[in-house]
């Protein structure tokens, strides 16, 4: 017999596996004797009062042999010798597991990625974290893994209507991360064991017949009578194949302007940008768990928060408790900050992205932005803006931290205050930040929302607001800026048959987990069709 329960119990005693059989047992109304085992379905935390819970969801065992909770099985086929071969454009979430996908269904994928594996892409982060050294094609967003293999890898997702998680998280344990990520409420792997993952999936698509091709940028579409035939590469190199699948990222531009110069349809899309902010986590902990030591028992503590500010949406991002903020920029003379954590969550800051929504009219009415239009000579389309808008903050960051990655800051409070803090807290963004106004850096609307957004954030969490947290720019690659359109049947470029815009790059996904289930749905629909 098996008996689904929920419980809660102290912190303390949520990795007790005797004890857990014994409340078990007497949730269940038998003797401990008869519990043979126990599967975790669900574990979160319930922070709200003073007492703090961990709330279990257990599958129990009685009178039955124990069997763990079995993985969703992959069911690849040798493509060696596939009829049908598909090229997929990034090797990303989106990418690889389109890769996967395709192999179950019987095809061939062509993987190409503009950057390099994770181990030689490893040399070229620590050039950007040491050196201020940015290569424009290996960096924290292009490489094997894409954006999400050294950003964090939180892996929960708001997408469920868009695919099946338990599937994603299951593939992911098959590859090697650990079973907890199938139950907890916030799933994490952590930045340091991703691109053991990452690599497991690349090596499993090329021992089914699946190529993966490194430092193969893509940068022109083979065309006829608007149907897509192949691509061709940076070094010379056409490849033809049944369909491609775009799954480049979301800072991806040369894809952007490559679609546009084509008149092939693209749109502007609303996306949010800002600055990351870092606190102590211990300050954070205290807040969240209402003690001045969390303890070992408890997880470094996270938060999510939200406000309307003049019905602007300003809210926190990418949440990394005991994380580190690292340098994101795709080409040189710009800034990008980003944040991640390792497995454990073991460093002493907690950081957040905080950004503001930006809309159309937001940037269209900007003259500041058709200033900068005009001065670099930019295709004045209305696809484009957020991009354009995108760049100018970057370099505005680049310009005011002084070079070398070195980024802008001000203490919370200094920044609310429109004062320039004469001293800066320690702080874990690598190259180096600046004490700057960030009024130079950001647009008015940002700068404004941002300020009263800290203030109202202040008092949800009391402690919040203080000049021991430091406020860093610019947070600009929350998701794409550009819409790359699909017809919602097909999942197919509306002017270009056998294109396939997908994941986050394409406007259509926000993270790991929600990425890699348009990947699938992509894969699934050209099976479908061929």
């Not at 061939?108 to 950057?115: A, F, K, N, S, Y």
């Not at 469920?160 to 991360?177: E, N, T, W, Y």
């Not at 990222?249 to 749109?267: M, N, T, Y």
């Not at 505005?396 to 001293?423: H, I």
Request: hydrophobic letters at 40%.
């Amino acid at each position: 017999m098996q008996q689904k329960i929920v419980i809660k119990v102290l912190p303390s005693e949520s990795e007790d596996q005797q004890l857990l059989t014994q409340i078990a047992a007497q949730a269940c109304s038998v003797s401990t004797d008869r519990i043979t085992g126990y599967n975790i379905l669900k574990k979160s935390i319930d922070a709200r009062s003073r007492q703090i819970w961990v709330n279990l969801t257990l599958q129990v065992f009685i009178d039955e042999p124990f069997h763990s909770l079995p993985l969703i099985p992959l069911e690849l086929q040798d493509v060696h010798h596939a009829n049908k071969r598909v090229i997929v454009i990034g090797a990303g979430p989106a990418g690889l597991f389109a890769a996967l996908r395709l192999i179950e269904l019987g095809i061939q994928p062509i993987v190409l990625e503009r950057g390099k594996d994770v181990r030689a892409r490893r040399r070229d982060l620590a050039a950007m974290n040491k050196e201020g050294i940015v290569n424009p094609e290996s960096n924290y967003c292009f490489g094997e893994g894409g954006a999400g293999t050294y950003s964090d890898g939180k892996l929960y997702t708001r997408s469920k209507k868009r695919g099946d998680v338990q599937r994603i998280l299951s593939i992911l344990v098959h590859f090697g991360a650990e079973e907890k990520i199938l139950y907890e409420a916030h799933p994490h792997i952590g930045t340091n064991k991703l691109p053991h993952i990452i690599t497991a999936i690349r090596e499993k698509i090329i021992e089914c017949g699946g190529k993966v091709l490194f430092e193969n940028k893509v940068v022109d579409f083979i065309l006829e009578r608007d149907e897509v035939k192949g691509v061709q590469t940076a070094d010379g190199e056409t490849i033809t194949a049944s369909a491609v699948i775009l799954a480049t990222g979301h800072s991806a531009r040369d894809i952007f302007h490559l679609l546009h110069s084509k008149d092939i349809l693209i749109e502007f899309k609303p996306y949010a940008l800002g600055v990351r902010i870092e606190h102590p986590q211990s300050l954070i902990d205290s807040i969240q768990y209402h003690t001045p030591n969390r303890g070992e028992a408890l997880p470094p503590a996270s938060y999510s928060l939200v406000q309307q500010v003049e019905a602007k949406g300003v809210f926190s991002f990418c949440m990394c408790p005991g994380g580190i903020i690292a340098p994101a920029a795709t080409d040189v003379n710009e800034i990008v900050v980003n944040g991640w954590s390792p497995s454990k969550r073991n460093n002493p800051f907690a950081n957040s992205g905080m950004v503001v929504t930006a809309e159309k009219a937001d940037l269209a009415n900007s003259s500041e932005l058709k200033k900068y239009i005009k001065k670099n000579h930019l295709p004045a389309t209305e696809a484009l803006l957020g991009l354009y808008f995108q760049q100018m903050v970057e370099q505005k960051a680049y310009e005011a931290g002084g070079g070398n990655l070195v980024a802008p800051a001000q203490r919370m409070t200094d920044f609310v205050a429109n004062k320039t803090s004469a001293s800066l807290p320690i702080c874990s963004y690598l190259p180096g930040i600046a004490s700057s106004d960030l009024r130079q850096v950001l647009p008015p609307f940002i700068h404004k929302s941002l300020q009263e957004g800290f203030k109202a954030f202040g008092k949800k969490m009391q402690g919040y607001l203080t000049n021991d947290a430091v406020v860093v720019a610019t947070e600009s690659r929350t998701s794409s800026p550009v819409r790359i359109p699909r017809d919602s049947m097909t999942l197919q470029h509306p002017q270009i048959k056998n294109l396939y815009p997908c994941g986050e790059g394409a406007g259509y996904a926000g993270g790991i987990v929600s990425a890699a289930m348009d990947g699938e749905k992509v894969a699934e629909k050209i099976g479908v069709w061929s």
